[in-house]
């Protein structure tokens, strides 16, 4: 406990009240929004990076277990970006502890920075050599933040050439009421087709006509613009 009280004191000297604000409105924090209650204090990823670093080697899974349960946002990151340092470093006994417990403490996993910034390098790659029937099942979860983790982990597969889980994933969630999960979803698409053009467009042009709009905007951000226009007008 008193490496965690060092930890977060380290991570409480680099608050800003005014940053605090700002993030508050920004990770909408207001009642009915999806980060409702959510405190921040007011700091940037690259300086939480900096505290990670200085810790990772030292801090147990008991300290990032407490951090992962903490009302403030920054705590609950700096967890993870921990996490992330060590899974990089462990062996393959580790890395299934690290991705054990990353889901025992799911709960505190709850917005999308928190999603995007952990998701791919550990469960991505934990699952990327294994079978991956969890993400099918989680991509159906009541839970916003476990649905996103299942289609943003699969950024690590994309990265490493493989492309179908993520077209099967994005299958799923076509439907998917969330804006959230449209703007994930769509950015993973657009990650294909970032190193592959013809299997994105293959999938797109079979259903992109159901596609959230959203959706379908940030997949074809990077298309040519003629093509891009012409998805979005329905032409092809």
Do not use: C
């Not at 909408?28 to 921040?40: N, S």
């Not at 979860?141 to 299942?150: E, F, M, P, V």
């Not at 804006?179 to 657009?190: C, E, F, Q, S, V």
């Amino acid at each position: 406990m008193i490496l965690l009280k060092k930890i977060r004191n380290d991570l409480h000297k680099l608050a800003d009240s005014d940053k605090a604000q700002t993030l508050q409105r920004f990770f909408k924090t207001g009642p009915g929004q999806y980060g409702y209650g959510d405190k921040f204090l007011g700091i940037t990823v690259p300086m939480q990076r900096v505290v990670a670093k200085n810790y990772y080697k030292l801090a147990q899974l008991s300290d990032l277990r407490v951090l992962l349960t903490s009302k403030l946002h920054e705590e609950r990151l700096l967890a993870l970006l921990i996490l992330v340092l060590q899974y990089k470093k462990a062996d393959l006994s580790q890395q299934k502890r690290i991705y054990s417990f990353y889901f025992a403490n799911v709960a505190g996993i709850n917005n999308w920075d928190l999603v995007d910034l952990s998701a791919p390098k550990i469960v991505g790659q934990y699952l990327f050599d294994k079978e991956k029937d969890f993400l099918h099942k989680l991509v159906k979860s009541k839970n916003l933040w476990q649905r996103r983790i299942a289609i943003v982990a699969t950024h690590y597969f994309i990265q490493n050439g493989f492309y179908q889980e993520t077209l099967n994933l994005a299958e799923k969630l076509l439907n998917d009421k969330e804006d959230l999960l449209h703007k994930a979803t769509g950015w993973m698409l657009r990650e294909v087709g970032k190193r592959d053009f013809g299997v994105l467009d293959g999938f797109l042009s079979n259903g992109y006509q159901i596609m959230p709009r959203t959706m379908l905007r940030y997949a074809i951000e990077r298309f040519p613009e003629k093509l891009r226009l012409a998805y979005l007008r329905g032409e092809i």
